[in-house]
């Protein structure tokens, strides 16, 4: 699990903060959710024979000997909070969560054991509408992110109830006697998770896979129509997608839409994001039946992704840098910079610590990367006055009050700088 500072934690929290910003556009509301469940909750809602469960979670006993995981996830958290807060009864529910999950998986680059997702849910609405709105929100989010040229979205009708039971037997069926000749993991999940095998990368269970039936002739006449009326409201709205037919996801609880966003900027981790329909969760964790949408993204691969396709600009922690003539205006000098701040809301003023001599103090307050120096010696005091010196620009110090120096930092932030 990794640590992350400085420029990695702002770059993170700048995903976060745009997409919160979006959500809260689309009327959804936050929901804080723990960190840790009931092991139950994700093996019956995420299905004991994913790989999420079986595999990556961290599971622990607590003192009495409760099971508890560490969240793989966040809809089955979600779900559980909505049917104990009894948010489901007669009522829709948008909802948006932030924050941390654990899964046991091997680290590489845009894979960590601990990461950071955001998420969205709707809860109640059975049409395709919700299924729409949730790939429209995203899309809003990968544009305000600026990242939007370099995503792709798959989406792929995966039936449920007896549609589903009839394919995954036909699937076996099919797949049985080549099971000797089957990857591994594959042949593992003919047993535990058949679906899954569709989306096998190993060539050899691609190549049995050509034949195999088709999820799509599976389905019934009620599922075809909600693809069919997702399609044509995605088509409405100009979002482009690829109806991808193998597309299936690490969860048993997704029933008739699957989404999944990827990219090539990052590497073999591709998947930024992804999720569906669970019309069955609810029910199965012991609400009422709720239909119910959502989706996930890794913003830690939305982070790479953007810093791999977009010119940010450099990172930088400190707007004003607060420099003192003599140690013994330390007061002055705080005082200063906090009626600097009071005056320009989201301005980041630093105020020099450790002592040293003005031009030690020039020196750290360039390497800050700070626009300007304020300055706070004898004649500035004498005067209820501060000295703003620009860093990057060729011009003349000023001599000026606060609230004249405050005018001078925000004009210069509206100019754009
Ligand atoms: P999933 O619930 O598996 O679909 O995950 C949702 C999103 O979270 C994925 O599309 C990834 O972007 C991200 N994600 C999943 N697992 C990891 C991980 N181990 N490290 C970083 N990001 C992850």
């Known amino acids: ?39 139950e909750l994700f093996s019956r809602g995420i299905g004991v024979g994913t790989d999420i ?23 089955a958290g979600c ?20 924050g941390p999950m654990f899964r046991y998986e091997r ?9 950071d997702q955001f998420g969205a849910e709707i809860f109640g609405v059975a049409g395709a509408e919700a299924d729409a709105e949730l790939i429209q929100m995203t899309a809003a989010i990968w544009e305000a992110l600026g990242i939007g040229h370099a995503v792709r979205l798959e989406i792929n009708a995966i039936g449920s109830g007896a549609s589903r ?53 599976y389905l019934d006449a009620t599922e075809r129509e909600q693809f069919h009326s997702l399609r044509e409201l995605l088509d409405a709205l100009g979002l482009s997608y690829r109806v991808n037919p193998r597309l299936v996801r690490g969860f048993d609880y997704y029933t008739h839409t699957v989404v999944e966003w990827t990219t090539e900027g990052i590497g073999a981790q591709d998947a930024v994001g992804g999720g569906g329909r669970y019309d069955g969760l609810i029910e199965l964790l012991g609400g009422r039946p709720t239909p ?33 003539q003599d140690g013994k205006h ?45 300055i706070v010696g004898e004649a500035e005091i ?17 001599f000026a009050s606060i609230e004249e120096a405050a005018a001078m930092i925000r004009d210069a932030q509206t100019d754009g700088r």
Request: hydrophobic share 40%.
């Open 1 to 39: 699990m990794r640590d992350l500072a400085a420029a990695d934690a702002a770059e993170l929290r700048q995903v976060e903060d745009q997409c919160m910003a979006v959500a809260r556009a689309f009327g959804f509301e936050e929901i804080r959710l723990p960190l840790v469940e009931s092991e």
């Open 53 to 75: 469960v079986s595999k990556e979670m961290y599971a622990f006993d607590d003192r009495r000997g409760k099971r508890l995981a560490l969240r793989p996830e966040g809809t």
């Open 79 to 98: 779900a559980r909070a909505c049917i104990e807060r009894g948010l489901l009864h007669n009522q829709t529910q948008r909802l948006w969560y932030s």
């Open 107 to 115: 680290p590489q680059q845009g894979r960590y054991r601990q990461h």
């Open 165 to 217: 039971a009839a394919y995954l037997e036909a699937l076996v069926a099919y797949l049985s006697p080549y099971e000797s000749e089957l990857d591994g993991d594959s042949r593992a999940r003919l047993r535990m998770n058949p679906l899954r095998i569709l989306d096998s990368k190993v060539a050899s269970t691609q190549r049995i896979l050509e034949e195999a039936p088709n999820l799509a002739d």
């Open 292 to 324: 119910a949408a959502g989706f996930a993204m890794g913003m830690d691969r939305v982070a790479l992704l953007r810093q791999a396709v977009t010119e940010g600009s450099p990172y930088r922690s400190t707007d004003v840098y607060v420099v003192m």
């Open 330 to 374: 330390v007061p002055e000098a705080m005082a200063a910079a906090q009626a600097l701040r009071v005056r320009v809301p989201g301005l980041r003023v630093r105020l020099h610590a450790g002592g040293g001599g003005l031009s030690a103090q020039f020196r750290r307050a360039d390497r800050s990367g700070a626009d300007w120096a304020m």
């Open 382 to 398: 004498a005067e209820n006055r501060v000295s703003l010196k620009w860093l990057r620009e060729d011009r003349p110090q000023a």
